[in-house]
């Protein structure tokens, strides 16, 4: 099993920014390639960024890529999304996920519990 904690989130003004981060533990963390995925009220969770086992290899989904960054640090077993220019329409509950496989299913195997991103105008 892996567990996944996640932290960073809140409360900002459209424009800023704030950094998520995600805590790993039960297993070797650089067996994984880890993600982000994002739930705004009323709709399906969706992908945002993912990157592979040794940091080598990241993808994002269009609508935060140049403002998203995401990188990872094995030896803390952490992944972070680094997030700018923040906009009203990035408020979700932002989910770290952990996969064998890169890049991550839409279905990965293990979610964290979500940490609460809002973006007011």
């Known amino acids: 099993q892996v567990q996944l904690v996640e932290s960073g989130g809140g409360l900002v003004q459209a424009g800023a920014s704030l950094r998520l981060s995600c805590a790993a533990s039960g297993r070797t963390f650089s067996d994984y390639a880890m993600g982000w995925f994002r739930q705004a009220p009323g709709k399906e969770r969706v992908f945002v960024a993912a990157i592979s086992w040794g940091g080598h290899r990241l993808t994002y989904v269009d609508f935060v890529k140049g403002r998203f960054t995401i990188s990872r640090d094995n030896a803390k077993n952490t992944v972070y999304l680094q997030m700018n220019s923040l906009r009203p329409e990035d408020t979700a509950v932002y989910y770290c996920?952990?996969?064998?496989?890169?890049?991550?299913?839409?279905?990965?195997?293990?979610w964290g519990q979500g940490t609460q991103v809002t973006v007011s105008s």
């Open positions: 996920a952990a996969d064998r496989a890169y890049p991550l299913s839409l279905r990965p195997s293990y």
